[in-house]
C-alpha cells in the first residue's frame, strides 16, 4: 500500500490564482482530514469527511473548498490564493471508528 | 473546546541526555485519546503512540516512555539516551469527537528538540 499520498510536493502561486491539491488513499479509510500547518505551529484543520459525499468544517476553512465523490479522493481547493495561505497542507485519512490518523507527506504551498 | 499545551518551544540536549517534553491538555470529553507525533526535518509526520484515556498505565518502548496523569491533565514524553536523530519537532495532540462520528485532532504547538552530539 502507498498509504496516503499528496501532489504536488511543492507549488508557488500567485495570488488570485487557483489550485487544488490532491490527496488519495489506498487503504479504504472512511474519514479523511486537511490540515495546515504554519511555521512554528501545530496542526489545524480546515476540512474533514466522513464518507464519500459527506464533507465537514473545521477550525480554519475560509478561503477552501472541498469535495468527496470517492472513497479514495480528497482534494482541496483554493480559489483565489491569499498570502495567509502559504502553509504546508497536510492530508490524513483513519478508518471507521479508529483513533489513528495516516498522515500524507505534505504539499509545501507559497503564495506572493 | 479541547486544548492542547506544550510550553516547551525549543529545547537543546547533548547526547546522551535524558529529556522530558511537557504536554498539558484541557477537554470535557470523558473518553478520548492523546497522540505523540515526531516531524523530522524532512518534514513528514510519524505517528509515535495513542493513549486511551482510560489507560493510566504509563508506556514504554525502547527510550521513549510515556507518563499520562489525568489528575493532572498531562501526557508528557521522555526520551532516555538522547540520540542525534531525535533531533526533530514534537506534537501532542488530542482526540476531539466530530458530529459526524470521526475524531479529529487537536494539536499543540510543538517542541522543537535538538540534539547536539
Known amino acids: 500500500n502507498a498509504g496516503v499520498t499528496q501532489t504536488p510536493k511543492f507549488r508557488i502561486l500567485k495570488i488570485g490564482q487557483s489550485m487544488t491539491l490532491q490527496c488519495t488513499q489506498d487503504?479504504?479509510?472512511?474519514?479523511m482530514y486537511w490540515y495546515r500547518q504554519d511555521p512554528g505551529m501545530g496542526l489545524k484543520l480546515i476540512y474533514y469527511?466522513?464518507?464519500?459525499?459527506?464533507?465537514d468544517k473545521g477550525e480554519v476553512p475560509n478561503g477552501y473548498n472541498v469535495s468527496r465523490s470517492t472513497t479514495e479522493d480528497f482534494p482541496l481547493r483554493l480559489e483565489l490564493a491569499a498570502p495567509s495561505q502559504t502553509s504546508v497542507y497536510f492530508c490524513?485519512?483513519?478508518?471507521?471508528?479508529?483513533?489513528?490518523?495516516?498522515f500524507g507527506p505534505g504539499t509545501r504551498l507559497t503564495v506572493t | 473546546a479541547q486544548k492542547v499545551t506544550q510550553a516547551q518551544t525549543e529545547i537543546s540536549v547533548v547526547e546522551k541526555e535524558d529529556v522530558t517534553l511537557d504536554c498539558v491538555y484541557e477537554?470535557?470529553?470523558?473518553?478520548?485519546?492523546l497522540f505523540w507525533y515526531k516531524q523530522p526535518p524532512s518534514g513528514e509526520l510519524v505517528f509515535l503512540i495513542r493513549?486511551?484515556?482510560?489507560?493510566?498505565q504509563n508506556e514504554i518502548s525502547g527510550r521513549y516512555s510515556w507518563n499520562f496523569q489525568k489528575s493532572t491533565s498531562s501526557f508528557n514524553f521522555t526520551i532516555t539516551a538522547s540520540q542525534v536523530v531525535d533531533s526533530a519537532v514534537y506534537f501532542c495532540?488530542?482526540?476531539?469527537?466530530?458530529?459526524?462520528?470521526?475524531?479529529?485532532?487537536?494539536f499543540g504547538k510543538g517542541t522543537k528538540l535538538t540534539v547536539n552530539p
Open positions: 490524513a485519512s483513519s478508518p471507521w471508528r479508529s483513533y489513528e490518523q495516516y
Open positions: 477537554t470535557r470529553d470523558t473518553t478520548y485519546y
Open positions: 493513549r486511551n484515556s482510560f489507560d493510566e
Open positions: 469527511s466522513v464518507g464519500a459525499g459527506i464533507t
Open positions: 495532540a488530542l482526540s476531539e469527537a466530530t458530529q459526524g462520528g470521526s475524531e479529529k485532532l487537536v
Open positions: 487503504m479504504n479509510h472512511n474519514y
